[in-house]
Structures are given as structure tokens and as C-alpha cells.
């Protein structure tokens, strides 16, 4: 199949998890014989239009105002306009022939329209790849209020974002429930998160270089946010402070930054500390590194969302410790598979007694860490999800010919 594959942040200048796995799904697809073209954002080039190419993946990169790491005034109106920016600078390559199919990501959730013009001049079916339930999390949180205008305008796009999916993949059946709840009309997927399997060895070049090489290193990885909740895990650091060689390690971006670098301080927490996002490959050589992989999802949240980064933890067989929100699906996932340790956010004496036997047992962080590589192969191999979407589209492509026919 010739696929389109959307999304608003890409390799080789993102750090982020999505842009790794999405690159992932890339290589896979073409490796199983697709032609694959990424539409992306390039967010410092002077052309309406740039084509590159990594590991063979063609990429189309539409010049765009950037919608990472700004205010969120201009963020939003760069967002807003993604969709017009795309086609402006890509309509003229898009033919009849040009594509059968559609795989888009959200976030973000401005990309429906530029699926629905694609759509109609392919005439192919789309999937969209949801995993942030945008803006529900936000009205969870509080940061937007329920029933504003904001929500409304917000609400406005993701709903021309679902109407332009033929199926939509959500990473757990809890998430699927919650989306079912607000909006039944439209057919849902189980589609788990993903990672190809090869494993990074430990060169020991960051322990050096921070002095950390007779640590055991908590690692977080990835964004550091609202959605994140990073008060629950420097609540751990702060619990932790008696254990002389624990050290949590905390790398990345996000709205809680100035939160943790003030709550380090406040709290004299010798034994954290906060690094800028790194690229893709020097992540995955700091990752072969640590010890025990984090993670923490804000109590408040109706979604129940995987984050993304426990899949780099489980490719380097960590162990997981972590927070989730009530009934969240990951937690009874990783728990009864052996995995690590998750609990619900707030519980914080039992997250704390956790971290702490992982302090004191190496064999049982080993064993741990085996079976949550164990879980990624059974649950989360690339090759299962390339192949998952594609069955999703060619049905859809057959149930449309026989219904033009």
C-alpha cells in the first residue's frame, strides 16, 4: 500500500516518545514491503515544502509555526492553522493514485481536515492513532474549564478529527470505554503502544559523567507536565533521601520544569537530578544506563493512557515503578505480569516501600526487568501493530469497493 502517515512532530530534531515510536511504525511498514511518506511539520525552514528522507522513509515537511515548548496563545493559533499549512504546501503532489491509506496521530487533534481533503482526492481509508484524550484531560486537570469556550472551540476540531478516521486505535480497553462513553458512534480499535525490540548495551558514559556509578538510578524520561503529575515523583525523592546511593534522574521538557527545579531546591533533594531533553540516540545509550524506569499520570484523569516511555524502559528489561489514576488498566497489566510495581497516585507510602525493595534487591530487579521485556513481545512488538493498522485499512478499502460497485 502507498500510506500517508501524519503527525506533528517527527525525527530527527524531536526527543519525543511519540516522534521514536512513529518513526518505528515507518520503518516497519516498509520494511513489510509499503511505500511509506511522513507529512510533518518543520518548524525553521524557509520553503512552503522540504523533502528528506530517513532510513528510507520519505518525508514531507510543510513549513509551519512552532507548536512545541511556546506560549500556549501561540501555540494554539499555530496548531490551528496545521492542517491549512499542510495542504498548502503538499496539494499539488496529491493525485488521485497518490496514497491508500491514511495513518494519523493525535496529539494533535488538528489534523481532520487535512485527512478529509487527502481522503477525498485518494478516495482511501484512515486511521487515526489516538492516544490523548485532548481536551477531556486538560477539563480533568483544570486547566481548561468545563463548558467554556475554550473547551468548545477545542471540542470543534476533535470531533473533525474523529469524523475523518474510518477507525480510531486506542491503547487500552479502559481508554476505549471512557471514549465510547462521550462519543458511541464511532468504531473504536484495541491498539497498544509499540517498540521494536533491539536492545541498547551500556557504554557507562553518563554515569561517568554525572558521578552516578555507584547509584541505583531511578529514571524518568520524557514529558514533564501537567498530565504527569512530577510533584508525586519528587514526593518519592524526597522519601528516598536516607538511601544513600538512590538517585533519581530526571530528563526532559514540558510545563513542570520550573515545578521541579523549584521543588529540588525547596526540598534540598541532593539526590535528584533534572537534565534537558536529549535526541533519540543518546536516550536510548542513557537508558541502557539506569536502573529502574518511572512514570506517573495525574490522579485526576478520566482517560487511562500507557505512556509511551514505559516501552523504552522495557526494551532495556528495567523494572517499572509508577503512579496511575483510579482503575487505570496499566496498573493490574503490569502488576500480574511481573513487570514492576505500580500504584494508585496518592498512595505514597506504598509507592515509597516499593522503591525501596528495588533499592535493596538487584536479583529482583533483574527478574522484574526480564519480564517486563517478556510483556513488550507478547503485547507491544511493532511488527504485531504495522500489521494490526494495515488489516484495519485493507478492510475498509474492500467494505468501500463493494459498496461503489
Known sequence: MRLALIIDDYLPHSTRVGAKMFHELACELFNNGHQVTVITPGFSQDKLLKEDSIDNITIWRFKSGKIKNINKAKRALNETLISYRAWKAINSKVKENTFDGIIYYSPSIFFGSLVKKIKSICECPSYLILR????????????????????????????????????????????IEV??????????H???????????QPLNY??????????????????????????????????????KNAHFLFVGQGDEVNLVKHLIIEWDLTNTTLLPSINQDEFKKLLAEVDVG?????????????????????VQSLPILGSVNYDNDLMPLINNSKAGYVHVNGND?????????????????????????????????VTHIARSIVNKLGDQSCY????KS
Request: net charge positive; hydrophobic share 35%.
Open 132 to 175: 490523548d484524550l485532548f481536551p477531556q484531560w486538560c477539563i480533568d486537570s483544570g486547566l481548561i474549564k468545563k463548558n467554556s469556550l475554550l473547551e468548545k472551540y477545542f471540542r470543534h476540531f476533535e470531533k473533525i478529527s474523529y469524523e475523518n478516521a474510518n477507525t480510531i486505535g486506542l491503547m487500552s480497553e479502559k481508554n
Open 179 to 188: 471514549f465510547e462513553s462521550y462519543n458511541p458512534e464511532y468504531k473504536t
Open 190 to 200: 484495541l491498539l497498544r503502544n509499540w517498540a521494536s525490540l533491539k536492545k541498547t
Open 206 to 243: 553518563y554515569k561517568k559523567k554525572l558521578g552516578l556509578h555507584e547509584k541505583i538510578i531511578y529514571f524518568y524520561g520524557g514529558n514533564i507536565g501537567h498530565a504527569q503529575d512530577m510533584t508525586n515523583l519528587l514526593r518519592l525523592a524526597k522519601g528516598m533521601k536516607e538511601y
Open 294 to 314: 518511572l512514570f506517573s499520570l495525574d490522579k485526576k484523569h478520566s482517560a487511562h493512557n500507557f505512556p509511551g516511555k514505559l516501552l523504552g524502559y522495557m
Open 349 to 381: 507510602d506504598d509507592l515509597l516501600q516499593s522503591a525501596i525493595e528495588l533499592y535493596k534487591d538487584h536479583e529482583l530487579r533483574l527478574y522484574l526487568g526480564n519480564n517486563a521485556m517478556t510483556l513488550l513481545k507478547n503485547e507491544f512488538d
Open 400 to 403: 468501500e469497493l463493494i459498496t
